[in-house]
């Protein structure tokens, strides 16, 4: 979500649905800086094309190469690519639609970073009809998976195949990121040793456990932007062990600080039925 600092009667309305697996957001870019998100990711823009950064991947031998950047009015992000997006201003309406990893086929998604493959005018016009979907949506009940995949991808995903113990832990921290869940806690749950434990989490996700909590703890403060609540009381709510802790890693993980995001989400309407999956 955006920050700007246009008068709020000059901003469009935005919408932000989100469920455990997806989350779908017609609105305001804004400025965001470096991101690394955990989803797979694709930003849109009818008006006016994006320009998406690559980033070298951290701990890598490529780490301080910088990527040619893709100029297109719709784009694809893979998990955990530390990436930069723009549009042609602050004020640019983009779709941005996250898959959750864990919850869809890997080969269904399998591109890489830039204009995602196929015609791109088709994949504007699945964008529209997607921007129409949220627009149309009631207040308080996100737009459900299957839906909001037949319309941007042309299918229903298939599901992932994981191990039965790395699919339960995963579970268990999409549905209470907030919970205290260490390496050697989920571990447990699954009857492996530690060193095991992370190592099959890796082979079967693709990313680290680290990275996996971090990214789902902070993907929990979208359903509540529009809380009401103090960023103190949020951050405690999220599991953060304090204030600094929680601002550091959303804006590294969003590109925003949290500040940022509750201010842009003022005229912002979401729907989440994330509260539902959770209980």
């Known amino acids: ?6 008068l709020p009667h000059e901003l469009p309305l ?27 990711t694709l930003y849109a823009c009818v008006a006016s094309p994006l320009l ?16 040619a950047p893709v100029a297109a009015h719709t ?4 998990p955990q690519v530390p990436h930069r997006i723009a549009g042609a201003s602050e004020l640019a309406t983009v779709l941005c639609v996250m898959v959750e ?11 890489p970073a830039g204009a995602p493959p196929g ?3 088709a994949w504007l016009a699945r964008v529209v009809q997607v921007c129409a979907a949220l627009d149309a949506q009631p207040d308080g009940q996100a737009l459900d998976d299957a839906t909001l995949d037949t319309l941007l991808f042309g299918t229903d995903l298939p599901a992932r195949a994981l191990d039965a113990r790395i699919a339960s832990v995963a579970a268990r921290m999409a549905l209470a990121p907030a919970d205290v869940v260490d390496a050697a806690d989920a571990a447990r749950c699954c ?3 530690v060193s095991r434990f992370l190592h099959l989490f890796k082979a079967e996700l693709g990313v680290s456990w680290r990275a996996f909590r971090a990214w789902k703890r902070a993907r929990s403060l979208l359903p509540c932007v529009r809380s009401g609540d103090n960023l103190t009381h949020i951050a405690q709510a999220l599991g953060y062990p ?20 509750m201010a842009g989400a003022r005229l912002v309407r979401v729907m989440s039925d994330e509260d539902k999956g959770r209980r």
């Open 1 to 6: 979500m955006a920050a700007s600092h246009a």
């Open 14 to 40: 935005g919408h932000l649905s989100t469920t455990v697996a997806r989350v779908a957001y017609h609105g305001l870019l804004g400025r965001p800086d470096g991101r690394v998100l955990g989803s797979h």
């Open 52 to 67: 998406l950064s690559l980033d070298g991947e951290a701990g890598t031998a490529n780490a301080s190469v910088a990527h």
């Open 75 to 78: 784009v694809w992000v893979p």
């Open 101 to 111: 990893p864990e919850s869809v086929d890997p080969s269904a998604l399998a591109w």
């Open 119 to 121: 015609d791109a005018d």
């Open 191 to 193: 009857g492996l040793s």
């Open 242 to 261: 304090d204030a600094s802790h929680f601002s550091h890693t959303i804006r590294q993980v969003t590109g925003f600080r949290p500040s940022e995001i």
